[in-house]
């Protein structure tokens, strides 16, 4: 069968109160992310300024599901793939709308945002 991948991005929401210097899109593969499949996401970091890539940023990425306050028990890891996109993989435990949270420090400057990603 012939996989269909759908471009689906997710922008970054912004924090209340705080607005982070770095935003963040996502898109996983495979699409739709679905439970208790591997799923690496396609993380894409820009400045928030001017667009620019953001190439040797230190990624910290926590899945987190807000509904249900509970997250994933494995750590996240994230490899740099070039040109400011950055790879994570995980495992969802479960179904329904999660966060990806992401802590981005690059260039002498930290930021939060958070992409909000819903899994089948
Ligand atoms: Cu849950």
Same mark, same amino acid.
């Given at each position: 069968?012939?996989?269909?991948?759908?471009? *689906?991005?997710?922008?970054?929401?912004?924090?209340?109160?705080?607005?982070?210097?770095? +935003?963040?899109?996502?898109?996983? +593969?495979?699409?739709?992310?679905?439970?208790? $499949?591997?799923?690496?996401?396609? =993380?894409?970091?820009?400045?928030?300024?001017?667009?620019?890539?953001?190439?040797?940023?230190?990624?910290?990425?926590?899945?987190?599901?807000?509904?249900?306050? &509970?997250? =994933?028990? +494995?750590?996240?890891?994230?490899?740099?793939?070039?040109?400011?996109?950055?790879?994570?993989?995980?495992?969802?435990?479960?179904?329904?709308?999660?966060?990806?949270?992401? &802590? *981005? $420090? $690059? +260039?002498?400057?930290?930021?939060?945002?958070?992409?909000?990603?819903?899994?089948?």
């Amino acid at each position: 069968m012939r996989a269909v991948l759908l471009t *689906v991005l997710v922008s970054a929401c912004a924090s209340p109160g705080a607005s982070s210097p770095f +935003d963040v899109q996502a898109q996983s +593969d495979p699409s739709p992310a679905t439970a208790g $499949a591997s799923i690496t996401w396609a =993380l894409d970091v820009t400045r928030t300024d001017d667009g620019a890539a953001v190439e040797g940023a230190e990624l910290t990425v926590t899945p987190w599901m807000p509904a249900m306050g &509970h997250g =994933l028990s +494995d750590v996240v890891l994230v490899t740099e793939v070039g040109g400011g996109s950055y790879e994570a993989a995980c495992t969802f435990s479960m179904s329904g709308s999660w966060e990806l949270q992401v &802590h *981005v $420090a $690059a +260039d002498g400057d930290e930021g939060d945002d958070v992409v909000i990603v819903e899994i089948e």
